[in-house]
C-alpha cells in the first residue's frame, strides 16, 4: 500500500550489578528542595558519562569509583559509586541565584562578545566523536514508534561557516533498536529528519542580533549570562523566533541554547500533499555545551527537540495530531578513531537498517527504557500476531 509521507520512569531499579568487572546502578536525580527529578544532568568521571532523562532516571556502568553530576543552577556533587549505592535517589542542591543589577543595554555587547570568541572556544576544524540518539514519535499522545542508535560521526566543524558553508558528515550505525506499529487501514507515514538535518539543527546557535529583541535576564546563577531573544518581525508564516543564550561569564562561551520558532502556530499556513493537510505548529530546540578539558574547547553534549504537527481529517483519516522528539547525546567527543560511513545522511533515520544486540544495550549508560517505553514495548508485543489490523516494524 502506498502511503503519504508527511515530514515534519517512574520506575526505580535499585541496582548495583557487576558487568564484566564494571559496576552497573540506575538511579534518580532530583531536586534537593521540591524532590523533582531533574533532566538533562550531567553523570560522569574520568572514564564514563551519562546523562538523566525526563523522569531524572541515568544508568552508569564504569570500572572507576568516582561519580560527578554537574547541571547549572545547581552545586555540583563530588562523590563514590560505593557511596551511592544504597540511595534511590541523588538530591543536588539548588545554587542561590545573586541578584546583582542588569544593567539595560548590555545584552548586546555581551552578545556580540560570544560571537567574538567562537572560535576560541569551539573547534572548527575535523573531529570525531561518539553519539547516542533517541527518536520517539506519538500519534494522539499515543507512542507509535521509536528508535535509539549508538553510533560516530564526523565532521568537518562544529558549526558552518563561510569557508565550510555544507559541513557534511560521515556517520557510522554501530548499534540500534527500532520498532513501530500502525493500523493496516492508515495510509499516513510520518517521515523521521535525516541525520543530515539532525546534525543542521544541532548546529543552530548564531542569530543576527540587528534583527532580534535583546533582553537579560536575572534568574541564573552569578557566573552566567542569560540573554533572551525574539524576533523584531514575523516571517513569511507569521511567526517570530525566540529563546534564550546562556552565556559562562568566564571565557564567554555559549554553554545553552534554546529556541522556539513558532509563537503564533494558528497562523501557520497548512500545506497539502495528495489529498492530506498538515502544518508543523511547535518545534523548539534545547542544546548544552561542555568543555573537553584536555583540549580546551567546547563541543555539543547533548541536543533535544520537540516538534508538533496537524493533520486535518478528509475521507480518509480522522483529525490528528503527531509529537515527534529527538534526544541527542555526545558520551566521548574528539575521539581518535575514524569513521566508516555505513548510511545515506541524508535517508529517513527510520529507515536506517542494522541488527539488534541486546548485549549492548543492557551494558549501556544513556538510553534507559522509561517506563512509558517499557508500556509500548509490551503493546506491540501484544499485538505483533494481529496482522490483519496492525502492521509491526523493527529489529528487536
Known amino acids: 500500500m502506498n502511503k503519504i509521507i508527511v515530514f515534519g520512569i517512574f520506575f526505580l531499579l535499585n541496582n548495583f550489578l557487576i558487568v564484566a568487572q564494571k559496576v552497573q546502578i540506575i538511579k534518580v536525580v532530583a531536586d534537593k528542595t521540591s524532590k523533582t527529578p531533574l533532566d538533562k544532568v550531567n553523570v560522569y568521571n574520568e572514564k564514563d558519562n551519562s546523562l538523566t532523562n525526563r523522569e531524572g532516571v541515568f544508568s552508569f556502568i564504569s570500572d572507576n569509583e568516582n561519580i560527578n553530576f554537574s547541571l547549572i543552577g545547581y552545586e555540583d ?73 549508538y553510533g560516530k560521526v564526523s565532521k568537518k566543524s562544529i558549526f558552518k561557516t563561510k569557508i565550510q558553508p555544507d559541513n557534511k558528515c560521515k556517520v557510522e550505525v554501530l548499534n540500534m533498536r527500532k520498532v513501530g506499529i500502525s493500523e493496516k487501514s492508515d495510509f499516513v507515514y510520518f517521515k523521521f529528519q535525516s541525520f543530515e538535518k539532525l546534525f543542521d539543527l544541532n548546529a543552530l546557535i548564531y542569530i543576527v542580533p540587528d534583527e532580534f529583541e535583546l533582553t537579560q535576564e536575572k ?98 483519516i480522522r483529525d490528528r495530531v503527531y509529537d515527534y522528539s529527538t534526544q541527542y547525546f555526545v558520551p566521548n567527543s574528539f575521539i581518535s578513531e575514524k569513521t ?41 508485543s501484544d499485538n505483533k500476531e494481529n496482522k490483519k489490523e496492525f502492521e509491526v516494524v523493527g529489529n528487536f
Request: charged share 30%.
Open 340 to 380: 566508516n560511513s555505513n548510511l545515506s545522511i541524508d535517508k529517513d533515520i527510520f529507515k536506517v537498517k542494522f541488527p539488534y544486540s541486546e548485549q549492548f544495550w543492557k551494558s549501556q549508560n544513556q538510553l534507559p527504557l522509561t517506563t512509558e517505553l517499557k508500556d509500548f514495548l509490551k503493546k506491540v
Open 219 to 316: 534568574d541564573i546563577p552569578a557566573d552566567y549570562y542569560k540573554i533572551r531573544f525574539i524576533r523584531k518581525e514575523a516571517n513569511s508564516m507569521e511567526q517570530r523566533t525566540s529563546g534564550y543564550f546562556v552565556i559562562n561569564k568566564s571565557d564567554f562561551a555559549i554553554v545553552e541554547t534554546y529556541f522556539d520558532f513558532y509563537n503564533n502556530p494558528e497562523k501557520v499556513p497548512y500545506s497539502k500533499k495528495s489529498k492530506t493537510e498538515y502544518r508543523t505548529t511547535s518545534f523548539k530546540r534545547t542544546a548544552n555545551y561542555k568543555k573537553n578539558l584536555t583540549l580546551g574547547k567546547y563541543y555539543l553534549n547533548n541536543a533535544n527537540s520537540n516538534v508538533k504537527l496537524e493533520l486535518i481529517a478528509n475521507e480518509k
Open 77 to 149: 556533587l563530588k562523590t563514590s559509586l560505593h557511596q551511592i549505592k544504597n540511595q534511590d535517589t541523588i538530591f543536588l542542591q539548588s545554587k542561590m541565584v545573586e541578584l546583582d543589577e542588569v544593567v539595560v543595554g548590555q545584552e548586546l555587547a555581551i552578545l556580540k562578545k560570544a560571537y567574538s570568541k567562537l572560535r576560541e572556544n569551539y573547534i572548527f576544524e575535523p573531529y570525531n566523536e561518539n553519539f547516542f540518539l533517541r527518536c520517539v514519535l506519538k500519534k494522539d499522545n499515543e507512542l507509535v514508534r521509536f528508535q535509539d542508535i
